[in-house]
């Protein structure tokens, strides 16, 4: 707001004078001097709103201290490598992130008319992939990404990725206050060792509770008010997970008879899962 203040130090300096003007021209018995130190004061205060208001509409950049704005989410935010925000009344742009790139030697090249682009063309909507969650110790972890611990309040899995179907409405609620626009979640699922029964069936209860609980509170988040536009599990068949480069770690509705060195027959096989979803996409999720 620096801008600002600069303008309105110039504009009490020039009350100040003309209420002097003012003052000298009545103890001299100047009418005429004594009306145009009012006008002068009249145009001042005037010209002053007028500028204030202007600068209420078209936007403000201002250094505003974090705790202010945020607060107790300042570092998750920062996290997520913000570096401004436009209130809802478009009067100020945050740029809180600035010290801490600076400290961290990290240099964003803005070229004249970028922060124009970015504001003109804002996002349609917001897609996320949501998996599981983990905390942070201040005892062992840092800001840094990826650094975290096990929640010891969540079931352990094979692979360390803990259900947190809560964690689900706690992210999508924030994203929903926090950006205002329409949310896909674009993945979520669970990834698994799932197990052939003698008769060729799979019974995967685990991976249709995981995904019922998570369906649950995306169903709590658009009762709350969230534009959820869609809902995208992962995945409908088997295939190498990415994350850890194995077939064995299964996330599919469909098995595929692969391990983890390509070898198989590579037959397909419905598990129960398979089953269950189907019914869910008929009924739109209102039977889970």
Known sequence: MKQFEKWRSLYIASIILSICFVIYAITRTEYWFTLIGVLLII?????????????????????VDISRVL?????????????????YDNEYVVTWASPYFKENNISIQMEEGDEELLKENPMQFLAISYYYTKIVDSTKNTIKAFDGSQNPYLKPTPWEWRADPLGLYNSLSQYWDRYQVPLMIAENGLGALDKIEEDGSIHDEYRIEYLREHIKQLKE???????????????????????S????????????????????????????SFYWYKHVIETNGEDL
């Open 43 to 63: 145009l001042f205060s005037l010209a002053f709103i007028g500028l204030w208001r202007s600068l209420r509409i078209h936007g403000v950049k201002t250094e």
């Open 245 to 272: 480069a194995e077939m064995s770690k299964r996330y599919g509705y469909i098995y595929v008879d692969l391990d983890d060195f390509g070898k198989g027959s590579g037959k397909r096989l419905k598990k129960d």
């Open 221 to 243: 988040c658009i009762k709350d008010g969230v534009d959820v536009i869609g809902y995208l599990s992962w995945g409908p068949i088997d295939i190498v997970s990415s994350s």
């Open 71 to 87: 607060g107790k989410d300042a570092k998750d935010a920062l996290s997520f490598g913000h570096i401004g925000i436009l209130t």
